[in-house]
T-cell receptor, first 113, second 111 residues
Framework: DVKVTQSSRYLVKRTGEKVFLECVQDMDHENMFWYRQDPGLGLRLIYFSYDVKMKEKGDIPEGYSVSREKKERFSLILESASTNQTSMYLC????????????FGPGTRLTVL | GQQVMQIPQYQHVQEGEDFTTYCNSSTTLSNIQWYKQRPGGHPVFLIQLVKSGEVKKQKRLTFQFGEAKKNSSLHITATQTTDVGTYFCAGRGTNAGKSTFGDGTTLTVKP
């Protein structure tokens, strides 16, 4: 079974702090994604990566950056956290085999005070 | 860019009633996936449709892909309380490198 893990289930940070959210997948997938999920707004794509050291902006990249130094790890960085970044963050890994299946991690609920 | 619209946003049904959610794309799709997210959980892949007019079934769930490959639907027959959650579609445009998610339909089932 594909496993996608995220470093924390719950995180509380203060405004202005630098925040790192880590995501690790164990299936050697090339494509990885970061979404945020807010009530009534569905899944909004922040950044995605096609391969190591490659990254593409999603629909809402402002205030975020990413790092993909190793194939299995995709990190989301909030350079200076703000209260409007309080949200559920979901990482996903894509299997481009017979189906376009995205495997999601359990999510990190981030609260910025 | 590609847009994927999903309706309704919320649906409340009595247990045993049927439920349908619809997904419409602004562009022609090469495929569409459906996911289910249980309350407190993360989205889990249900199925992918690829062919024009395709219909697939999983027990009480029926998935359809439109002839023009721009819309899709998920129909649940005789809902059960275990069906509660948010159902997302995600469509990949014919020239797109990634899928775009709809906003989801949240289903609640009253026993």
């Amino acid at each position: 079974d594909v496993k996608v893990t995220q470093s924390s289930r719950y995180l509380v940070k203060r405004t202005g702090e630098k925040v790192f959210l880590e995501c690790v997948q164990d299936m050697d997938h090339e494509n990885m994604f970061w979404y945020r999920q807010d009530p009534g707004l569905g899944l909004r794509l922040i950044y995605f990566s096609y391969d190591v050291k490659m990254k593409e902006k999603g629909d809402i990249p402002e205030g975020y950056s990413v790092s993909r130094e190793k194939k299995e790890r995709f990190s989301l960085i909030l350079e200076s956290a703000s209260t409007n970044q309080t949200s559920m963050y979901l990482c996903a890994s894509l299997d481009r085999g017979s189906t376009d299946t995205q495997y999601f991690g359990p999510g990190t609920r981030l609260t910025v005070l | 860019g590609q847009q994927v619209m999903q309706i309704p946003q919320y649906q409340h049904v009595q247990e045993g009633e049927d439920f349908t959610t619809y997904c419409n794309s602004s562009t022609t799709l090469s495929n569409i996936q459906w996911y289910k997210q249980r309350p407190g959980g993360h989205p889990v892949f249900l199925i992918q449709l690829v062919k024009s007019g395709e219909v697939k079934k999983q027990k009480r769930l029926t998935f359809q892909f439109g002839e023009a490959k721009k819309n899709s639907s998920l129909h649940i027959t005789a809902t059960q309380t275990t069906d509660v959650g948010t159902y997302f579609c995600a469509g990949r445009g014919t020239n797109a490198g990634k899928s775009t998610f709809g906003d989801g339909t949240t289903l609640t089932v009253k026993p």
